[in-house]
């Protein structure tokens, strides 16, 4: 059971870029979803998270205003939607669930991770 990632890309400094989500074998509509990122060297953070039913989000700070996760539950997706993007963004994004209704994800309960998708800033 994992998630997979994709929509990521090549882009300019300031430009937008719009990720998906998706599950296969379940529902995503019952569990909270979390992006994560993973920059070389660096460790693995937590970007952004939506709650199952209140649809709750959250942003780390460093992508607050820039950054927003709707979720499609008739789609059985989650997105991540960036504008405003920096250099310092690059990196691989995952998304996860620990299968449980409330955020953040945490990681030590995220049975597999996917692939992930890689995001590069740059001019």
């Known amino acids: 059971v994992q998630l997979q990632a994709s929509g990521g890309g090549l882009v300019q400094p300031g430009g937008s870029l719009n990720l998906s989500c998706a599950a296969s074998?379940?529902?995503?509509?019952?569990?909270?979803v979390g992006w994560f990122r993973q920059a070389p060297g660096k460790e693995r953070e937590g970007v952004s998270c939506?709650?199952?039913?209140?649809?709750?989000?959250y942003y780390a700070d460093s992508v607050k205003g820039r950054f927003t996760i709707p979720r499609d539950n008739t789609k059985n997706t989650v997105y991540l939607q960036m504008n405003s993007l920096k250099p310092e963004d690059t990196a691989v994004y995952y998304c996860?669930?620990?299968?449980?209704?409330?955020?953040?994800?945490?990681?030590?309960?995220?049975?597999?991770w996917g692939e992930g998708t890689q995001v590069t800033v740059s001019s």
């Open positions: 074998g379940f529902s995503l509509n019952y569990f909270a």
């Open positions: 939506i709650s199952s039913y209140e649809r709750t989000t």
């Open positions: 996860a669930t620990d299968f449980k209704s409330l955020c953040w994800v945490k990681e030590a309960d995220v049975d597999s």
